[in-house]
């Protein structure tokens, strides 16, 4: 693999789990949450943002395109159209269901929503259920997958639901989500997916178990997953093999190179808990590559950094990752591309 460091976003702080997709030739970046006045162990409070940044040229200057109708962060984006979809997410109260199209013609941008334009059919109804944590892909046929999350507030259960939206515009109805069998396994969020010919893939997330508190009350744990999936339309879910490690939260949709799929850095579990926060190492610096073909994975050497909650964007023969957490808390600002060596 070959990695560069490209212009990092013009806040100082970065942001976690952003929107992020190309329209009009751009990048977009959209979104997000960070804690930007003090760290969570110094009392900081999270903060859900609403800037939406662009950059038209890879070596140019990242422009402060417009805002969100309201801040988001941790949904599913995608390109597809020509426009970057902004699928469920939260704000501080909790999941949303809606959806959200970015369309950026230099100099302005564009929010839309299903019905605005008439005779639009490439923006889909919202999700049927508010969402969060989810993970999300569109295959070779056009069809678009949002898999699992979290419907609560505060993350305390997750699902293990999938729904698929026709976005080739050849469906009877072209707004509606439909509901395909769900995951035959434990629900989850913050899964890594990525698109299949047809259907799609699904690698890792946590488990979220109920435990009662040092204090008596009910509190959640996470359990960090290996197990992968893959769905196929009209054949079901079928398991892979299993992940080297547990991972949760890397970059998705995995990046695609070379008909493989990577996992990049994501959270393993192993410093779960770690104290004091401050001090925290950050996640695994790591990379595994996916080989459909012969359903198997192999260790890439280990990449210049590891992200965990940030989206994957593919755009001018490389993958863009946009900023991301280092470490719980801790946001980068840093934007990083990955791609095979020579393009």
């Known amino acids: 693999m070959e990695w560069r460091q490209a212009s990092p976003l013009p806040d100082p702080v970065g942001v976690a789990a952003p929107f992020a997709g190309v329209s009009g030739g751009a990048l977009v970046v959209a979104g997000g949450a960070q804690f930007p006045d003090r760290p969570p162990w110094e009392g900081g409070t999270k903060v859900w943002t609403d800037t939406v940044w662009v950059l038209e040229r890879p070596e140019g200057t990242w422009i402060r395109a417009g805002r969100l109708p309201a801040p988001r962060a941790y949904g599913v984006s995608l390109t597809v159209a020509g426009r970057v979809l902004c699928l469920g997410g939260s704000h501080a109260r909790g999941p949303v269901a809606e959806v959200r199209a970015l369309d950026w013609k230099s100099p302005r941008l564009r929010v839309r929503r299903r019905g605005w334009l008439r005779g639009d059919e490439r923006i889909p109804a919202d999700l049927p259920i508010p969402l969060a944590h989810a993970a999300g892909a569109m295959d070779s046929a056009g069809m678009v997958y949002v898999a699992c999350g979290s ?20 469906g009877r109805d072209r707004s509606v989500w439909t509901a395909v069998p769900d995951l035959p396994a434990e629900p989850r969020i913050l899964a890594i997916a990525a698109p299949a010919d047809p259907g799609f893939f699904l690698f890792g997330g946590c ?17 960090y997953l290996r197990d992968a999936w893959r769905y196929h339309p009209g054949r079901g879910w079928k398991r892979l093999a299993d992940l080297p490690r547990p991972c949760a939260a890397a970059a998705s949709p995995a990046p695609g190179i070379d008909g493989r799929f990577l996992l990049l850095g994501g959270d393993d579990g192993s410093l779960a808990g770690f104290r004091p926060l401050d001090r925290h190492p950050g996640f695994p610096r790591e990379a595994w590559a996916f080989d459909p073909g012969a359903d198997r994975w192999v260790r890439l050497e280990d990449p210049p950094v590891s992200r965990v909650t940030l989206p994957a964007v593919p755009w001018l023969g490389h993958w863009w990752l946009p900023s991301g957490e280092v470490r719980p808390g801790v946001r980068s600002p840093e934007v990083w591309t990955v791609g095979a060596p020579g393009r």
């Open 151 to 170: 419907a609560e507030p505060g993350e305390r259960r997750a699902s293990a639901r999938v729904f698929a939206w026709d976005a080739s515009g050849r």
């Open 207 to 223: 488990a979220l178990e109920p435990i009662v508190t040092g204090d008596g009350g009910p509190g959640v744990k996470r359990r």
